[in-house]
């Protein structure tokens, strides 16, 4: 699947743009931009495709879409059909994560708003959001100014602290994480993002940090809420769906460029953490690229 670099600029100089999407279907491109993207689904269904996720979009939902993640809203098949009078409808909002300037995005009280952007280099699904916030964003676009910019924050700030979210790529397709300003945790994930196509371990990791393995072991478990083995192999995984969608690689090539030493191993933690085969997960793309 081709990915697209899309020019999402704000051609009237303001800090973020909004833009009410109706058309007969939403854009078949797999495509990515510099800017965050937040959409609110208002009509049409389908099946969304974000990093190496796949799965299906309904009417109402909120979605936060990262910088530089490929993503795609495939409608259903209906949409397409000649004698289709279906419309598809959406609102986007498109900004830069410093869209007010980096001293005030790194204040302590846009802590949550910079987590949750931070969080949606993987996309992030809001679950059961209130009519209240959804009527804010139906009408953000009859304010302007400074109470526009004002309006925006509001929603951030609500969203930030909504507690039904769901992350929805897996680590292993998005680049490496930020420096976060704890030197323990981004010399681990230097080393590991540096090395998850070696045949790294543990113990590995904890000498690249200098702990104690099984205090490392307990460490990770702690902030990561799963085991070093797991956390490798979503990685590894992940990056295996980002060279199947973006690449004419084979599949046992990949097996051995993600780090796995043979190609049952792949197949199987492949299934495990996608829920279906590496042939299986090219098919499904490719059926829905075809979809017209």
């Excluded at 973006?246 to 599949?251: F, G, K, V, W």
Aim: net charge positive; with cysteine.
């Amino acid at each position: 699947m081709k990915l697209h670099l899309l020019n999402r600029t704000n051609i009237n100089n303001q800090c973020f743009s909004i833009s009410l999407n109706e058309d007969g279907h939403f854009l078949k491109k797999w495509h990515c931009h510099v800017e965050l993207e937040f959409v609110i689904i208002l009509k049409s269904t389908g099946t969304l495709f974000i990093g190496d996720n796949i799965e299906k979009f309904e009417e109402g939902e909120l979605y936060l879409i990262g910088k530089n993640l490929p993503h795609k809203f495939l409608n259903d098949e209906k949409y397409f059909q000649k004698e289709s009078k279906l419309t598809a409808e959406a609102i986007a909002i498109h900004f830069n994560e410093d869209f007010l300037g980096t001293m005030f995005t790194a204040t302590s009280e846009m802590l949550p708003i910079q987590d949750m952007f931070s969080r949606a280099s993987q996309g992030i699904r809001f679950e059961n959001t209130d009519d209240d916030l959804k009527a804010k964003i139906l009408t953000l676009n009859k304010k302007n100014g400074f109470d526009r910019i004002i309006e925006l924050l509001k929603i951030l700030n609500q969203l930030a602290h909504h507690k039904d979210q769901t992350v929805l790529s897996s680590i292993g397709f998005r680049t490496v994480p930020g420096k976060g300003g704890n030197d323990v945790l981004d010399k681990m994930y230097d080393f590991i993002f540096d090395n998850f196509k070696n045949n790294i371990s543990s113990g590995d990791i904890a000498n690249a940090v200098a702990m104690n393995h099984s205090a490392f072991s307990r460490f990770f478990k702690r902030i990561q809420g799963k085991t070093v083995t797991r956390y490798l192999n979503e990685i590894r995984i992940g990056f295996a769906c980002k060279l199947l969608l973006e690449a004419n690689y084979n599949i046992s090539n990949i097996c051995y460029d993600c780090g796995y030493n043979n190609l049952s191993n792949f197949n199987r933690h492949f299934k495990e953490i996608k829920g279906m085969s590496p042939t299986n997960f090219i098919k499904l793309h490719k059926i829905k690229n075809k979809a017209k």
